[in-house]
């Protein structure tokens, strides 16, 4: 990806012809977004359109007439419910939604304004409800604009409840009402406006001409952070950031430059470099990956790892350190092994272009990303990535990097044991079985969107849908945590069953994350489902196995736990023994 | 000068720059909707670092029109 393209967006009329060229072209994934909104936003379409096919996303859009929000959201047999969205956009102006408040806030008493703000809370409030209440959609709101301008001037900060307030409360009353919600989600559109200023996205003359409330030019930035929220929807998020070190995470060559000549520290350019890193470690605080791929003596590499007191990022922090003079496309094929992760998960930033064009071209499912020649930039262009976004957090995208720091412990465990077995043996593996309830179902659902390799029907979940099937008596939802001697892996595997009929149960969905793959904690999980078969009396357990790209790793599962072949489908007799490994401790929680 | 003003509007409304001339205008192309004459006036503005007053925006009915408006502003396009 070029630099430039990451910080200065395209035209707007270079997206609406592109998004003419998109008709009868097939992609991997497909999504239905709606927009609807109080004023004119035409062309986002096309953007996102064209923002979804560069990700291989078919995303068919739909655009809600102009100002018809309200009727679209209330009527159920408008054409938006028919159109049955993955994701609705919704955007109300500052000004629509204020009405003559907006240029006469002073016009009424303090009180007043408060009662105001609170009539108009509850106004959205309910109009959300009834949107939530009719579809199975994602709903995206955008927060209120909070203009520079106020008619007491000066004076505003000191007013009590004055326009400002009014909107910052609004905006912040919006964000309390759904922060537990997980169908609904507040883009802060105030923040767009402060990135890009609200002089250069709202055009008084543009504004008068047709009540185009965002300028042509900022709509492409606006769509690349709509953008954000279909990756997180698809689970299409970006696991682990491999880097290179030699003028990518500090300036100068270590080969060259030595210890003391690189450029890492508080003054220029060095401070580049150690704002860059702080701006990865706050993304592996949240659950990136970060690796190491660089052409290097290894040895002196580490020392400024080690060493070197302007370093942020330290040896902990990276799952797999690559530093040798093998080339970089074999480097993070290993990585992408070691790690087990895709290589459509994983980003490449280097700042050489040859190094770049050869990893574009021999494994073009990496994002390799052109961090741009001046290391000023790079903090920008990181945080100008949308490829990061997730619509939940959970406690275990906090913990991953401590888990892979574990995980290399692990390693180095299984290369001082001759047999697997010793060494499962070695890590003490506690399986904790967990139903699905408030605090697993996130992450349930997480697992069902992110996990590929060992996936059984690689069927992809919402929360809404976990937290259906977990009501209803026809399903049986459940999770695992696995630990070991080396610390808590979390919730690494899942399963839905389904109870077609008194005698036979469907597995739906069998997967386990890949960070605990080749450990046979898979049978421990599947134990537990054979023997709440055994206790419901039920005969057998039916389950398919439906072949993708990524999930050979789980092709044998079946038959391996003595599951017999049927037509499409796979039984297990519950007269059959699952044999569970010794070494792996299973509790029912 | 003219070609930079029809290469643009040729962009805008994705058809060959050969169609265009002085009397191109949404009556004459089916792809000058009301939204892309906003879109061009507003990369023409960009394009050629003038900024259009509301009249001028609401008058345009042809190229000629926009050639009109920016010579108020000072650019002259000689062919």
């Known amino acids: 990806m070029p630099y430039q393209n990451m910080l200065i967006e395209q035209k707007l009329s270079d997206y609406i012809n592109k998004a003419s060229d998109l008709a009868g072209k097939t992609f991997e994934k497909k999504v239905r977004v709606a927009i609807l909104c109080s004023f004119t936003i035409n062309g986002i379409e096309d953007a996102i359109r064209v923002k979804a096919a560069d990700k291989n996303i078919d995303c068919t859009v739909y655009a809600g007439g102009y100002n018809q929000h309200n009727q679209e959201i209330l009527n159920q047999d408008s054409d938006l419910y028919k159109f049955s969205p993955h994701i609705s956009f919704l955007m109300m102006d500052t000004r629509n939604v204020l009405g003559e408040i907006f240029h006469f806030p002073y016009s009424i008493s303090e009180s007043e304004r408060k009662s105001f703000i609170e009539k108009k809370i509850k106004e959205i409030e309910d109009l959300i409800n009834i949107f939530t209440s009719r579809t199975k959609s994602k709903l995206v709101i955008a927060n209120f604009n909070i203009p520079t301008y106020s008619s007491y001037g000066l004076f505003e900060t000191k007013t009590e409840y004055g326009f400002h307030k009014m909107i910052e409360d609004l905006n912040h009353r919006l964000a309390s009402s759904f922060a537990n919600s997980g169908s609904v989600y507040v883009y802060d559109f105030n923040s767009f406006v402060s990135q890009y200023g609200e002089n250069n996205v709202f055009d008084y003359k543009l504004f008068f001409f047709g009540d185009i409330k965002v300028s042509p030019d900022y709509i492409p930035y606006l769509a690349n952070d709509f953008m954000s929220y279909i990756i997180g929807y698809l689970g299409i998020t970006k696991k682990c950031i491999v880097l290179d070190l030699d003028n990518t995470l500090w300036g100068g060559i270590i080969g060259e430059d030595e210890f003391s000549g690189i450029k890492l520290g508080p003054e220029p350019p060095g401070n580049a470099y150690v704002e860059f890193q702080k701006v990865l470690l706050a993304l592996h605080q949240r659950g990136i990956i970060l690796a190491i791929n660089s052409k290097n003596n290894y040895d002196d590499a580490l020392k400024v790892i080690k060493e070197h007191p302007y370093m942020i990022l330290r040896e902990e922090h990276f799952a797999s350190l690559k530093i040798n003079w093998n080339d970089k496309v074999s480097n993070i094929k290993e990585i992408a092994n070691e790690l087990n992760i895709g290589l459509d998960s994983m980003v490449f930033i280097d700042d050489d272009p040859i190094n770049r064009e050869f990893m574009k071209l021999s494994l073009p499912e990496i994002l390799t990303v052109d961090p741009s020649p001046d290391p000023s930039q790079y903090t920008n262009i990181i945080k100008k990535m949308n490829e990061f976004s997730a619509l939940n957090i959970t406690s275990e995208d906090t913990q991953r990097g401590k888990m892979y720091s574990e995980q290399r412990k692990r390693s180095e465990l299984e290369h001082t044991v001759t047999d697997i077995e010793s060494f499962l043996k070695q890590l003490e593996l506690k399986v904790f079985i967990k139903s699905a309830n408030e605090f697993t179902i996130p992450r349930i659902s997480q697992l069902t969107l992110k996990t590929n390799q060992f996936n059984l029907t690689t069927k992809r979940y919402q929360e809404s849908d976990i937290q259906k099937f977990s009501n209803d008596d026809k399903y049986f939802v459940g999770c695992a945590q696995v630990l070991d001697k080396f610390g808590d892996n979390g919730i690494t595997g899942v399963f839905v069953v389904r109870k077609d009929n008194s005698k036979e149960w469907f597995l739906d969905t069998f997967l386990m994350s890949c960070r605990v793959m080749g450990r046979e904690v898979e049978k421990g999980l599947l134990g537990h489902i054979i023997n709440k078969a055994k206790e419901s009396g039920v005969e057998r357990i039916k389950a398919q196995f439906i072949p993708t790209q990524k999930n050979k790793p789980i092709e044998n599962f079946l038959p391996a736990c003595g599951f017999k072949k049927d037509g499409d489908y796979w039984i297990y007799s519950l007269d059959s023994k699952l044999t569970i490994p010794n070494y792996l401790v299973v509790r029912v929680e | ?79």
């Open chain 2, 1 to 79: 000068m003219s070609k930079k003003l029809y290469d643009l509007v040729a962009k805008v409304m994705n058809v060959p720059s050969s169609t265009i001339n002085d009397e191109s205008g949404p009556e004459s192309m089916a792809n000058w909707t009301s939204f892309k004459g906003y879109v061009l006036l507003y990369e023409l503005e960009t394009a050629f670092s003038v900024k259009f007053t509301l009249d001028e925006a609401m008058d345009v009915k042809k190229i000629a029109d926009i050639k009109r408006h920016l010579e108020n502003h000072g650019i002259i396009l000689n062919d």
